[in-house]
């Protein structure tokens, strides 16, 4: 076999064959060394975009935390002055409130003992001044239910109490849902030096 290859007269097949060859040749140079190598920079430069937007997310969560974190310590300052405000209020209360609270401790017990149910009791404290006397008063709003025998013992039990105590309304009102029972609402004012 023998090839003769003449530069000179070349056919149009056999410049058609060069052609696809060496355009084969460049296309497989170009994919082996340029586009690959391109595309793995392309893939690590991906991955190193991951780990940034990862890191600049972790950064900025941190940011937020950190800007968080000055508001909730103040916050805290304000509460622990707020709370510092109501441990001194709270004491000074109490200290108001013990008078009356073994009134109101001897009303819940003569209810107890005369078979009255206390269902509501609402207390509302107001100062007050006449001449040179200052005084209490605490306005107890009581919501009982009882047979109208134990509501009457009761309100005469009230008596008995080591207070100066003034029933300012009643009400009792016939329920046919509780009967022999009745609902009875009471407002009663409780003074105290």
Not at 29 to 38: L, N, P, R, W
Not at 43 to 65: C, F, H, P, Y
Not at 174 to 183: G, Q, T, Y
């Amino acid at each position: 076999m023998d090839i003769n290859f003449d530069l000179k007269n070349i056919s149009p097949r056999e410049i058609g064959m060069v052609a696809v060859t060496l355009l084969s040749a460049l296309c497989y140079g170009f994919y082996t060394f340029e586009y690959k190598a391109q595309d793995a920079k392309l893939k690590e430069i991906r991955e190193e975009l991951k780990n940034v937007d990862v890191l600049a997310g972790s950064t900025q969560q941190a940011i937020q935390m950190i800007g968080s974190l000055d508001s909730v310590l103040k916050e805290t300052g304000a509460i622990r002055e707020d709370i510092e405000v109501l441990k001194r209020e709270t004491s000074f209360v109490k200290s108001r409130l013990a008078e009356t609270t073994d009134v109101l401790s001897g009303i819940q017990k003569r209810a107890e003992m005369n078979k009255v149910v206390v269902k509501t009791m609402r207390a509302k404290e107001a100062s007050v001044a006449r001449g040179k006397f200052e005084f209490k008063e605490l306005v107890l709003a009581l919501v009982v239910q009882s047979e109208y025998e134990s509501l009457a013992k009761f309100i005469a039990d009230l008596e008995t109490l080591p207070a100066v105590l003034e029933l300012t309304s009643l009400e009792t009102v016939r329920k046919d849902s509780i009967l022999p029972e009745v609902e009875s609402r009471m407002q009663i004012k409780i003074t105290a030096l």
